[in-house]
């Protein structure tokens, strides 16, 4: 890729970034008020919104480099959100319940992890428990499993590296490894060299080990022999995660264009796919779960009015949704609510 193309990738602004959208990329606020009432330590540089030492210009397409030490166990937790990149993490001490796409994992000192930037994720059970965590989280220029990942220049690696790298983060899921002592070894010294505080004077030092620990990382994950998928880079996939999300979010003012931009895909690509995973056109598969989550919603909030569900699941009038849901279910909301 020429040096514009990677300029214009790296430049697209971090999708589904306002609270409560399909793939929220949440900022930790949640981290970053317990470090301020001291109950936990945070060390760490960053960019953007992430919590932590601004990073500048140093460390290019490194959103956050660093760690939490929680030395009791918390009142907080962080939230289900997704990261506006891929993040390797690894648990130094103590241990903590990761959520990942609705699947738990206990993380336990020595194990690391895996989050990429589609997989929405919690951490903590509701609370984060005593722990020590080491993470580095790369903006590769991707949001959806179909698309090029673009690892920063400065790393120094060879296109075959690089390729393997990328294959084996992008076509294997697992989540959860256990660290070599190399791979450790790296995290605690990039852990010292964060906790140092001098972002420009040991910039790069923390490039030699960024990616001397991304290379004992890749070593790790080879020597698992990994399942290797396809399918999971597919833009297929891409819009079967956008359809499995959409529930969260009926009343954004969805048309075909915009179902299609929020996939990165052409419109015809996106009702294809969508066509092929549900049978249905996009317009008739969002006014079924529409009409579906209003069924719902009438029979749990009872304090609500019709108007007010109609409104929520995505309808432009009371009456509109009435003349829909009588046709769906063969009655008024009216008499589903008695």
């Known amino acids: 890729m020429n040096s514009q193309a990677r300029a214009d990738a ?13 793939l929220y990329a949440g900022n930790c606020s949640d981290l970053y008020e317990a470090s301020l009432a001291g109950k936990v330590t945070l060390n760490a540089w960053a960019r953007r919104k992430y919590p932590g030492r601004p990073l500048g210009d140093a460390l290019p397409q490194v959103l956050s480099v660093g760690g939490w030490d929680a030395a009791l166990s918390q009142d907080w937790g962080l939230k289900e959100h997704c990261n506006e990149g891929v993040k390797i993490a690894y648990m130094a001490r103590g241990s903590m319940r990761l959520k990942i796409d609705g699947a738990e994992y206990d993380i336990g000192e020595g194990q690391m992890f895996v989050v990429r930037p589609w997989q929405l994720h919690q951490f903590g059970d509701p609370h984060v428990a005593a722990s020590q965590i080491v993470w580095v989280l790369f903006d590769v220029g991707v949001r959806r499993p179909h698309e090029d990942w673009l690892w920063p220049d ?46 420009i004077g040991s910039e790069t030092r923390m490039r030699l080990n960024i990616s001397m620990m991304l290379l004992r990382f890749m070593e790790q ?11 999971l880079t597919s833009s297929k996939r891409t819009v079967q995660i956008f359809l499995d999300r959409l529930q969260h979010a009926l009343d954004e003012d969805w048309k075909l264009e915009n179902t299609a931009a929020e996939c990165g895909l052409s419109r015809t690509q996106f009702s294809q796919h969508c066509q092929s995973l549900t049978n249905m056109t996009p317009v008739r598969f969002l006014q079924m779960i529409r009409l579906e989550a209003a069924k719902r919603w009438l029979g749990e909030r009872a304090n609500a009015s019709i108007t007010e569900i109609a409104m929520e699941a995505g309808f432009s009038s009371s009456q509109y949704f009435a003349t829909c849901y009588k046709r769906r279910f063969g009655q008024t909301p009216q008499e589903t609510r008695r």
């Open 10 to 22: 790296l430049a697209r602004p971090a999708v589904f970034t306002e609270p409560g959208a399909l």
């Open 154 to 199: 400065w790393l120094g690696w060879s296109d075959r590296d690089m390729m393997r790298l990328t294959t084996l983060l992008s076509r294997n899921e697992q989540h959860v490894l256990i660290a070599s002592r190399d791979v450790a070894r790296s995290f605690h010294e990039i852990a010292d060299i964060v906790a140092e505080g001098d972002v």
């Open 221 to 231: 994950m080879e020597r698992q022999d990994p399942q290797l998928d396809e399918e």
